[in-house]
């Protein structure tokens, strides 16, 4: 059956450049489904100004509605302690086809920084991580990584870095403007700025 891509973060809050590079990586693979999953406590996250779980998992549902090739997870929300991504992909491994490929998006920063996650082997034996890439950017240092997992591992990753558009949108740019009392309009969907304003989220203490 065709694949599923597994997107999780803290989404604090959600914005286009998700969206958009999520359905362009999604249409490369070929996957069936995006799942987003926002994470209660990101391990490699400073959780900041970190709003509720509640709040950033309306922020999700709401961005997504009526599209067909989302779905929106809670699973990592419901867990106690920090949320490993082997757990994560263990627990769409049990829910889904035993044909189904898994897919875990994760962006050029985290991949520079793979060799610090749990048990990265076990976890490149339960799914096939795809990095976000950039066209013209330096390649990241994986050398503590080679030490870690297979050759074909590593070649495996190395071969699942994909080039996608370039949507220069930041959470912590939008944060900052709500702070401001600046527009978000077009960084966010219009459902999620209606609701970051109604919630008043992200201001000014």
């Not at 999604?26 to 987003?36: I, K, T």
């Not at 709401?62 to 090739?69: C, F, K, R």
């Not at 990584?145 to 590593?154: H, N, R, S």
């Not at 970051?196 to 989220?201: A, K, M, V, Y």
Request: hydrophobic letters at 45%; a neutral charge; charged letters at 20%.
């Amino acid at each position: 059956m065709p694949g599923v891509l597994l997107f999780g973060g803290s989404f604090n809050p959600i914005h286009h450049a998700h969206l958009i590079v999520s359905r362009a990586v999604a249409e490369r693979l070929e996957a069936s489904r995006v799942v987003l999953i926002p994470g209660a406590s990101p391990p490699h996250k400073d959780r900041g100004q970190l709003a509720p779980a509640e709040a950033r998992l309306e922020l999700c549902r709401l961005a997504v509605q009526g599209d067909p090739l989302f779905d929106v997870s809670d699973w990592e929300l419901r867990q106690p302690g920090p949320n490993y991504s082997l757990l994560t992909v263990r627990h769409f491994r049990q829910a889904l086809p035993a044909d189904a490929e898994i897919f875990w998006l994760i962006g050029s920063d985290s991949l520079a920084e793979l060799h610090t996650w749990h048990r990265v082997p076990d976890l490149l034996k339960e799914c096939t991580i795809v990095t976000v890439g950039r066209r013209g950017t330096t390649e990241p240092d994986l050398s503590r990584l080679a030490t870690m997992i297979t050759p074909a591992q590593l070649e495996r990753l190395q071969a699942h870095v994909l080039e996608t558009p370039l949507i220069e949108i930041s959470a912590t740019d939008i944060r900052a403007r709500v702070q401001a009392g600046r527009s978000i309009r077009y960084l966010v969907p219009a459902a999620v700025a209606d609701a970051i304003e109604r919630r008043g989220l992200y201001r000014a203490s």
